[in-house]
Nanobody, 120 residues
Framework: QAQLVESGGGSVQAGGSLGLSCTGSGYTIYCMGWVRQAPGKERERLAF???????DYADSVKGRFTISRDNAKNTLYLQMNSLKPEDTAMYYC????????????????WGRGTQVTVSS
């Protein structure tokens, strides 16, 4: 399995949108997820998507963020809308383990992350 590489982060004003991508070959059969970590805060599990397309979201992003994947392109996505300053964090993609409830999912094969900054 190749290293996962995130892209698409940047700076945006509150209310704006960003789309993150995560590429890496060898992950099409795995459940994949997104996690974020803000300075001084614990990692927050955001969303996962199974190989069959089942998704789950944290309450903090439900209705605003959408996780998707394109296995033909070896790419995982996170579309983020209605962004808030509290969404500012480093965002990571990873292989998700035990994809039943996003709050209890564990992760491995982390990417290096992409920074998202939302200004008010």
């Amino acid at each position: 399995q190749a290293q996962l590489v995130e892209s698409g982060g940047g700076s945006v004003q509150a209310g704006g949108s960003l789309g993150l991508s995560c590429t890496g070959s060898g992950y099409t059969i795995y459940c994949m997820g997104w996690v974020r970590q803000a300075p001084g805060k614990e990692r927050e599990r955001l969303a996962f998507i199974t190989s069959g397309g089942i998704t789950d979201y944290a309450d903090s992003v439900k209705g605003r963020f959408t996780i998707s994947r394109d296995n033909a392109k070896n790419t995982l996505y996170l579309q983020m809308n209605s962004l808030k300053p509290e969404d500012t964090a480093m965002y990571y993609c990873a292989v998700a383990i035990n994809c039943v409830d996003v709050s209890t999912t564990t992760y491995r094969n982390w990417g290096r992350g992409t920074q998202v900054t939302v200004s008010s």
